[in-house]
Structures are given as C-alpha cells and as structure tokens.
C-alpha cells in the first residue's frame, strides 16, 4: 500500500517546480521586453524627434547658457571665491 503523504508531498513538490518554472519564464521574458525597449529607445527618440521637432526658443535658451563670454566666467569665479571665503570665516 502507497503512503498518502508520501505521494501528496511528491504532488505539492511538481506544483512548487512548475510554478518556479512559471515564474522564472515569466520574468525572463518581461526582463527581455525591457531590455529589447531600452535598446530601441534611442531609434524610437530619433522617430519621435523628426515627427515633433523641438522648438527653437527651447534650442536658443539651452544653449545660450553653454556659451558664457570669458568676463562671464571671470566673473562667476570671482563670486564663487567670494563665497567661498565667506563660508569659510564662519
């Protein structure tokens, strides 16, 4: 005669398997989903760059901060230094 638990715990043991086996296919895939996304990005950005091209007043604004006249850039060390030596009185 066949021990019932002995074959309940040989059922619960196929369960637990093909659920772990489920659940690794399950976040295999979704991980393959994302990574295959993240790597299209940049083709869907150019896409999306050519159907909604970005307005010049935003091109202007970002890069007339990039371009700083050599005054400009004495100047903000100047205060940078001059901040710098009153924090350090303190």
């Known amino acids: ?3 019932p638990f002995v074959f309940l715990m040989t059922d619960s043991a196929h369960r637990g398997l093909s659920i ?5 296919l399950i976040v ?3 991980l393959t989903v994302i990574s ?3 790597a299209a990005l940049p ?17 202007a604004a ?6 700083l006249d050599p005054h ?5 060390a100047a205060i940078g230094y001059a901040l710098y030596l009153k924090h350090q009185k303190h």
């Open 43 to 59: 083709k869907l950005l150019g896409y999306a760059a050519k159907v909604w091209p970005e307005s010049e007043s935003h091109r």
């Open 62 to 67: 970002a890069s007339h901060h990039e371009r």
């Open 72 to 76: 400009d850039e004495v100047l903000y």
């Open 36 to 38: 295959l996304f993240i």
């Open 28 to 30: 295999a895939v979704a």
């Open 1 to 3: 005669m066949v021990d």
């Open 20 to 24: 772990a086996v489920a659940g690794m």
